[in-house]
């Protein structure tokens, strides 16, 4: 993969994770239940920028990236990224908490009783798959709570004191639903003019 590679604590972390997922998929596994044909052991993905090697040619900087990959092609080579020992010192592996949604009180203490029970039967559960499950594959309802834990037991431990709480759990969203508006679209590949793509 030639990457745009911003050389940012920003940029880079966004970057390389969009690439991750894209390739890898989040939790390794598919909507279906399959794993996904490629693994990140058997199957490494190289990931470069030609901007470590001539800096930031602004304009063209996609066609640096072009000629970069054709002369690897041509000469079978994968090219060093110059200049790097280490990943960033603040880069950041992708997580998610635990997030827990439901109509009412009753009804999420329900549910945190019954992942509690579930995960108590179940303890080679992966916790990452679930974290992202729950993040991103559940319907959001009008109360939400959610969870931070290192391991297995600390989550059981936190799911079964909110289950048992006295006090309410979690806290009510917004009940309004409205479609999101877009404000703009940066295609990231510098200023354009009107017609562009029109002028040769």
């Given at each position: 993969i030639e990457s745009h590679g911003t050389g940012t604590l920003a940029g880079d972390p966004v970057e390389?994770?969009?690439?991750?997922d894209a390739f890898f998929g989040i939790g390794n596994g598919n909507d279906d239940g399959s794993e996904n044909k490629r693994s990140i052991s058997?199957?490494?993905?190289?990931?470069?920028s030609i901007k470590t090697v001539a800096g930031?040619?602004?304009?063209?900087?996609?066609?640096?990236?072009?000629?970069?990959?054709?002369l690897a092609l041509q000469n079978k080579t994968i090219p060093p990224n110059m200049l790097f020992d280490s990943?960033?010192?603040?880069?950041?592996?992708?997580?998610?908490p635990f997030v827990f949604s439901a109509g009412s009180q009753r009804s999420m203490?329900?549910?945190?009783?019954?992942?509690?029970?579930?995960?108590?039967?179940?303890?080679?559960t992966s916790l990452s798959n679930l974290a992202w499950t729950l993040h991103s594959r559940k319907t959001l309802l009008?109360?939400?709570?959610?969870?931070?834990?290192?391991?297995?037991?600390?989550l059981i431990t936190k799911l079964d004191a909110a289950s048992e709480s006295p006090n309410d759990v979690g806290t009510h969203g917004s009940s309004v639903?409205?479609?999101?508006?877009?404000?703009?679209?940066?295609?990231g590949h510098g200023a354009?003019?009107?017609?562009a793509s029109g002028r040769a």
């Open positions: 390389a994770e969009a690439i991750s058997d199957s490494p993905l190289h990931v470069g930031h040619t602004e304009g063209t900087a996609e066609l640096a990236g072009i000629i970069k990959l054709s990943l960033m010192p603040r880069q950041e592996l992708p997580w998610f203490k329900n549910i945190l009783r019954n992942y509690s029970s579930h995960l108590k039967e179940n303890k080679d009008g109360l939400g709570a959610s969870f931070a834990a290192a391991g297995m037991d600390q639903k409205r479609q999101p508006k877009i404000l703009a679209v940066f295609s354009q003019g009107i017609r």
